[in-house]
C-alpha cells in the first residue's frame, strides 16, 4: 500500500511540475486575442451525447474478486434507461462544465446445478457527475492554431446494486420444493478530485481537434477513490453557428478498494468507448 501511494504523489508531483512548464511557455506566447480583451461575451453549449461504453477490469464483493468483461452489445441488451449530457459556459479563457451521465440497467439469468435453480434479477445504477472549470493558458500559431488549458475539478461517483435472488431446491424423495428468497444492496458514493489539461487544434475553420485528460482520486479521505484517471479525444464539426457535432472516443479508469477480509469491497475498472454527440450553441 506504501508503495502505492508513493507512486501516485510521484504521479502528482510530475503532473505539477509539467504544468508548471507549460504554464511558463504560455506566458512567453501570448495570445493576442485574449490580451485585447476580445472574448467578452458569455457563450453556453447544451451536448447530449451517446457513449458507447464497454467496462474491462475487477470487482470484489464481500471479500471475493469477480472479473467483469462486458461490451457496449451486452449493456444495451439490459440497459433501461441513459441519460448523458455535458453543458458549458465560457467565457473569455474561463470555461466552466456538469457533465452528467445516468445508467440504470436490469439484467436478468438463472443457474442451474442437479436440484438447484438460482434465478437472479440485478438492478444496478451508476451515476457519475462532472463539474469543473477549465482556464486557457494561451494559444499559439496562426496558421493551425493550438490552445492550452489547465483544469480543475470533481467527479461524483453514485453506485447502486440490488440482487433478489429466488432459489428452488427439489430434493429426491421429497414431494415439494424447498423455495428460499434473498435479497442483497450495496450502495457507495465517491468523490473524487481531479486536476488536467486540455489541448485544442482548429484544424479549419470549422473542423476542430481536441485532447483531454485527468488524473484524480489520490485516496486523500475515505470518501475519494485511491485513484482515477480519464482520457479523451474529440473531433469537432459546425454545421452552423448554432449547431456542432462531436464524434471521438472516451476512457474512464477507477481504482477504489475499501475493508479487508469478509468486509472487503472494491472496484478496479476502466469504462470506455466511442462517443458521439449534436450540441446547441447561444
Given amino acids: 500500500i506504501k508503495k502505492k501511494r508513493s507512486n501516485i504523489f510521484m504521479i502528482l508531483i510530475v503532473f505539477l511540475l509539467s504544468l508548471i512548464c507549460m504554464t511558463s511557455l ?10 485585447n480583451g476580445q472574448d467578452s461575451k458569455w457563450e453556453f453549449t447544451i451536448t447530449p451525447y451517446l ?16 472479473e467483469v468483461d462486458v461490451g457496449f452489445d451486452d449493456i444495451l441488451d439490459e440497459l433501461d434507461i441513459a441519460a448523458l449530457a455535458h453543458f458549458i459556459a465560457k467565457r473569455g479563457r474561463w470555461e466552466f462544465f456538469v457533465q452528467p451521465n445516468y445508467m440504470k440497467l436490469s439484467p436478468e439469468g438463472d443457474v442451474e446445478r442437479k436440484a438447484v435453480t438460482i434465478d437472479a434479477d440485478v438492478e444496478t445504477e451508476m451515476l457519475i457527475l462532472e463539474f469543473g472549470t477549465f ?14 488549458d489547465i483544469l480543475g475539478g470533481g467527479r461524483y461517483w453514485h453506485f447502486n446494486n440490488e440482487i433478489d435472488l429466488d432459489i428452488d431446491i427439489s430434493l429426491p424423495f421429497v414431494d415439494k420444493d424447498i423455495r428460499r428468497e434473498r435479497d442483497v444492496d450495496s450502495e457507495e458514493d465517491i468523490i473524487d478530485p481531479f486536476v488536467g489539461f486540455h489541448v485544442k487544434t482548429s484544424i479549419t475553420k470549422q473542423l476542430r481537434f481536441s485532447i483531454r485528460g485527468d488524473i484524480g482520486g489520490f485516496d486523500i479521505s475515505d470518501d475519494t477513490s485511491d485513484l482515477s484517471w480519464q482520457a479523451i479525444g474529440l473531433f469537432e464539426y459546425d454545421i452552423s453557428q448554432r449547431i ?4 471521438g472516443y472516451r476512457a474512464l ?8 477480509g469478509d468486509d472487503k469491497k472494491g472496484i478496479d475498472a476502466t469504462i470506455h468507448g466511442p462517443i458521439l454527440g449534436a450540441g446547441i450553441r447561444f
Avoid at 457513449?51 to 469477480?66: C, L, N, Q
Fill in 26 to 35: 504560455a506566458e512567453d506566447v501570448k495570445d493576442a486575442k485574449a490580451e
Fill in 51 to 66: 457513449w458507447m461504453t464497454g467496462i474491462d477490469g475487477d470487482v470484489t464483493v464481500k471479500g471475493r474478486d469477480a
Fill in 135 to 148: 482556464y486557457r493558458l494561451g494559444t499559439w500559431g496562426s496558421r493551425i492554431p493550438v490552445s492550452l
Fill in 244 to 247: 456542432v457535432l462531436g464524434a
Fill in 253 to 260: 479508469d477507477i481504482d477504489n478498494e475499501t475493508g479487508s
